[in-house]
């Protein structure tokens, strides 16, 4: 074998399976005895009789000749997607223990009936998806594999850590601001967030239901193309801001030639607040585009810095609305002394949901009342338009657009914590394409200060996730930041 099961990409893992070099059983058990050694805190919920399950039914079908494309590769599930077979909290105490009678249907089209993926458990992420560095989770941070003392962005930051340190080959993450590129772009490791609408948002639990969205993360372009393949495809019998776009082979145009790409660059990603070590690796990535063939061309994107704004009224406003449904009654954490209905709703809501949560809630509620929803909310739809208007005008230039996707490498742990609005600036270069509904992705692009991994950010237009991999795999092909692993690992 050429390397220890945990160093190979998904398409190794697949590869190796299929020539029954090992059984999905072992790989299983490989994994999941990484994920109980894990020191990153990366997990919320491992089963290893319901992941052993899993694994011994793929080596039936792969036997059988039934196989999916990735039968029997382990996965691990960021905890925003229910699943039956483990329980589900969105890293909040509001669900605690909550169990789902039903998958996600992202996790279904991964899994058995689908590509016949292994789920190894699910993977910790800011509560209710909520923040830029996986401190928010009410079970605690997760550490960055690079540097303990950091943090692994979020909110996708349990998926980003957990393939950065070798626990799980590939992960689904979510993006409703970022929150794949960002932790992967800190992890070192590859995620796209495709067109909004592409992949369903069934049993996906919602922050931002306008801007949520479902991708892949893993440690290469290659991977993501065969993860997200099986993830696309409409569903509009359960979602209905799901696309009637088929599914297609993202892998089909891997390799296709560069000569003649052009790719914008916004002078707006590149000024005064963009760290030096940051715009250095970007620099050195772009460079090895061009000499692949690309052309840089210079574009603008003027509202960029509106994004901020405008992200942290609408987001808050659909959180407040998505979030009245957790009150105690149904489901979810239900105060034990209350008095009345009223006091039970309080008591549930203050001490089910943590304070990044309440503070989103009330922003919400304020941009939606009355006398407020004109003044904010309605102009930060306009704005919102303009945004995805600059990205149509940028389009007719290049084909492709590229730059960092953070100012800076991963803070510490714990250093924005009297600060919360220094984490939400942190968000300015993934927050236009996330408005716009635009597909985007993180590509390792080398290291910055401290030894912390820098990524490339590459946002297409609608639909163009095949050449934004394409883009992608030609680099990883050209460089080897994306084989690079934190020591000890």
């Known amino acids: 074998m050429k390397n220890a099961m945990h160093d190979m990409t998904v398409a190794e893992l697949a590869a190796g399976l299929k020539a029954k070099t090992f059984s999905a059983t072992e790989a299983a058990q490989h994994f999941v005895a990484r994920a109980w050694a894990d020191t990153t805190g990366s997990f919320l919920a491992l089963n290893p009789e319901a992941t052993l399950a899993q694994a011994q039914a793929a080596d039936a079908r792969l036997s059988s000749g ?49 590509a016949g993926m292994v789920t190894v458990g699910k993977l910790s992420c800011d509560e209710f998806a909520m923040g830029s560095g996986n401190e928010n989770c009410a079970y605690g941070p997760v550490k960055n594999p690079w540097d303990t003392t950091r943090v692994p962005g979020g909110s996708s930051g349990g998926s980003a850590a957990a393939i950065a340190a070798r626990i799980v080959p590939a992960a689904t993450g979510t993006d409703t601001g970022g929150s794949i590129r960002q932790p992967a772009s800190f992890c070192g490791i590859t995620g796209i967030k495709p067109t909004y609408g592409r992949a369903s948002r069934y049993g996906m639990i919602a922050y931002a239901s306008s801007l949520d969205q479902g991708g892949p993360m893993a440690r290469t372009a290659e991977d993501c193309a065969l993860l997200l393949s099986a993830m696309c495809g409409p569903d509009p019998d359960r979602d209905s801001t799901s696309l009637d776009v088929p599914a297609e082979d993202f892998t089909a145009s891997l390799n296709a030639d560069l000569k003649g790409l052009r790719i914008g660059i916004p002078k707006e990603f590149f000024g005064e607040g963009l760290a030096a070590d940051v715009r250095a690796a970007v620099d050195g990535a772009l460079a090895e585009l061009t000499k692949l063939g690309a052309t840089l061309v210079p574009i ?190």
Request: one cysteine or more; glycine letters at 10%.
């Open 300 to 489: 603008s994107l003027p509202r960029t810095e509106l994004s901020i704004p405008v992200y942290y009224i609408i987001a808050p406003a659909e959180a407040s609305s998505n979030l009245s449904r957790f009150d105690g009654v149904k489901f979810g954490h239900r105060a034990k002394d209350f008095t009345d209905l009223e006091s039970m709703y309080k008591l549930s809501r203050a001490e089910g949901f943590g304070p990044e949560v309440k503070r989103r809630i009330m922003t919400g509620t304020y941009v939606l009342s009355h006398g407020y929803y004109d003044a904010y909310y309605l102009q930060a739809q306009k704005i919102r338009r303009m945004i995805a208007d600059d990205f149509q005008q940028a389009f007719k230039q290049c084909d492709v657009i590229a730059g960092p996707v953070a100012p800076k490498v991963a803070w510490k742990l714990g250093e924005n914590a009297n600060d919360p609005v220094a984490d939400y600036l942190a968000d300015i270069f993934t927050l236009p394409a996330s408005l716009a509904g635009l597909p985007g992705m993180s590509v390792p692009a080398g290291f910055g200060a401290h030894g912390m991994p820098v990524g490339l950010q590459l946002i297409g237009n609608y639909f163009k996730e095949a050449q934004l991999l394409n883009v992608a795999h030609r680099l990883q092909q050209a460089t080897d930041f994306h084989l690079r692993k934190p020591e000890g690992i």
């Open 66 to 114: 039934t196989a999916g494309a990735l039968e029997g590769v382990p996965l691990g599930h960021k905890d925003i997607f229910v699943t039956k077979d483990f329980p589900t909290t969105a890293g909040s105490k509001m669900l605690e223990g909550y169990r789902s009678p039903f998958d996600a249907t992202l996790v279904q089209r991964l899994g058995a009936g689908g």
